[in-house]
């Protein structure tokens, strides 16, 4: 079955990883018969804005969106969204923490169930704040909700319109919980697979702290 995939790549200041990322995405998205990368600079202050500009110039299947200013993880994710015209579509972290290999498996997986999702095979890799509060998080929406996820925060693939159906209201780092709250509620089936968490190689994690948590 053939399968065009839309690859979002959220970005904020990340100048030192985005080529990373953006080269890991590229070669796990060709397992996908067509493809896009589309990569949302969420008002970056540093070079990450000409970084990406360069990377568009030099392949037509890269497409750049800028914020003026920065608006969160949840209003970059929802552009990307807005943006993506393949069957499917999936994230990758512009900060490159989570391996291509992992990616390629998602694109492979892909129309399996109506979602995979993904969660993290080696939770040593993080701090042992990070663990906690990922225990904590997903404890508390599998208890809120009535489900049993393994992890809410990784990525996940599933069919364009289905994810551009959503009311997603989330501005922070729980959109991905939120999305895959709503399609569950709907019906959705789907399946979990793990995925490798790499670590950054540059900078810190913009993704932990109490607000995630209390936002979904």
Known sequence: ???TVSVIIPVYNEEKNIKDAAKGALWAVKEADDYELIIVDDGSTDATGGITDTLKRKNPKIKVLHHKRNL????TIKDGLKAASKEYVVGFPGDYDTSEESLKELIKRAGDKDVIMTYNANSGSRTWARRLFSKTFVTLMNLLFGLKLKYFNGSFICRTTLLKDLPLKSEGFAIYAEAKVRLLRKGASYKEIPFKHLGRKYGNSKA????????T
């Open 72 to 75: 969160g993880f949840g209003p």
């Open 1 to 3: 079955m053939k399968k």
């Open 208 to 215: 932990v702290s109490i607000r995630s948590i209390l936002q």
